[in-house]
């Protein structure tokens, strides 16, 4: 909509109504600036919709997540940039039989998603994950803490 013939030929409002209506014929390309794509809010409602609860033991971490009803080839855990873990995957909806209908559906399907950077003393080559009873505990172990030795420095007289 053109506000110009209410009066309104400000500048500001000129950028006032790019940012409410979305206009993308600026940017040439016809992406905006201001909007995220829609990978990146696919992404985030996944990851959002993905509770998760981290606990530190003395010699490793674990990350439980609720997964009911996955399966193993449903469930992707990963190591990105060699300190990000990566647990995706897709819950599914069982296949509707013929004269079934659904009188309610309240859980959650689709996609999901979480990203946790790891600390500085996770062991990336020994990292497990196990779903058991419906929650999926992923193992991340930790380094052996390095001892730093006394260096000795000779002192010459001169």
């Given at each position: 909509?053109?506000?110009?013939?209410?009066?309104?030929?400000?500048?500001?409002?000129?950028?006032?109504?790019?940012?409410?209506?979305?206009?993308?014929?600026?940017?040439?390309?016809?992406?905006?600036?201001?909007?995220?794509?829609?990978?990146?809010?696919?992404?985030?409602?996944?990851?959002?919709?993905?509770?998760a609860d981290?606990?530190?033991?003395?010699?490793?971490?674990?990350?439980?997540?609720?997964?009911?009803?996955?399966?193993?080839?449903?469930?992707?855990?990963?190591?990105?940039?060699?300190?990000?873990?990566?647990?995706?995957?897709?819950?599914?909806?069982?296949?509707?039989?013929?004269?079934?209908?659904?009188?309610?559906?309240?859980?959650?399907?689709?996609?999901?998603?979480?990203?946790?950077?790891?600390?500085?003393?996770?062991?990336?080559?020994k990292i497990?994950?196990?779903?058991?009873?419906?929650?999926?505990?992923?193992?991340?172990?930790?380094?052996?803490?390095?001892?730093?030795?006394?260096?000795?420095?000779?002192?010459?007289?001169?």
């Amino acid at each position: 909509m053109d506000i110009r013939f209410l009066g309104f030929d400000s500048p500001i409002f000129h950028t006032l109504h790019n940012i409410l209506d979305g206009d993308e014929s600026e940017s040439g390309n016809g992406k905006s600036a201001t909007h995220p794509t829609r990978a990146y809010v696919r992404d985030a409602r996944a990851m959002a919709a993905t509770p998760a609860d981290v606990v530190e033991y003395p010699n490793s971490y674990a990350f439980l997540i609720d997964m009911p009803g996955s399966r193993s080839g449903d469930i992707k855990v990963q190591v990105e940039e060699d300190n990000v873990l990566v647990i995706s995957g897709e819950r599914k909806r069982a296949e509707a039989k013929e004269g079934v209908k659904y009188v309610r559906m309240e859980r959650r399907m689709g996609k999901f998603l979480r990203k946790f950077t790891l600390p500085e003393n996770a062991d990336t080559e020994k990292i497990s994950a196990v779903c058991r009873d419906g929650v999926l505990m992923v193992t991340v172990e930790k380094l052996p803490p390095q001892t730093k030795k006394a260096k000795t420095i000779e002192v010459k007289i001169a």
